[in-house]
């Protein structure tokens, strides 16, 4: 079973960049297709990124195209998240999570997901 840690969250400008990354634990990281999601305060958790286990599938949400890239690196059991040109719609919690099979934008699909980290973008 793999478990997820986040991390990389933190305070920022709008405009601003960061780069969060999720560290996973067991040596069965490369079957698991890997997504990013968030949720705001007093909103419902949204997706915004997947990625497939060789990394050569990856889809976003619009709200975040052009402007967030996922990456993940199967030698260090870790996905990553680079978030550019950041605004204040982009403040959330933000959670990995992983899943067997291929990639999907329905959190209900993903079956181990980390503990968060915050990010929170100010004007």
């Known amino acids: 079973q793999v478990q997820l840690v986040e991390s990389g969250g933190g305070l920022v400008q709008a405009w601003g960049s960061l780069r969060l990354s999720c560290a996973a634990s067991?040596?069965?990281?490369?079957?698991?297709?890997m997504g990013w999601f968030r949720q705001a305060p007093g909103k419902e958790r949204e997706f915004v990124a997947t990625?497939?286990?060789?990394?050569?599938?990856?889809y976003y949400a619009d709200s975040v195209k052009g402007r967030f890239t996922i990456s993940r690196d199967n030698s260090m059991n870790t996905v990553y998240l680079r978030m550019n040109i950041l605004n204040l719609d982009d403040t959330a919690i933000y959670y990995c999570?992983?899943?067997?099979?291929?990639?999907?934008?329905?959190?209900?699909?993903?079956?181990?997901w980390g503990q968060g980290t915050q990010v929170t973008v100010s004007s």
């Open positions: 999570a992983a899943r067997r099979g291929g990639t999907s934008t329905r959190d209900e699909l993903y079956d181990i």
């Open positions: 067991g040596r069965t990281f490369s079957d698991y297709c």
């Open positions: 990625i497939s286990w060789s990394g050569s599938s990856k």
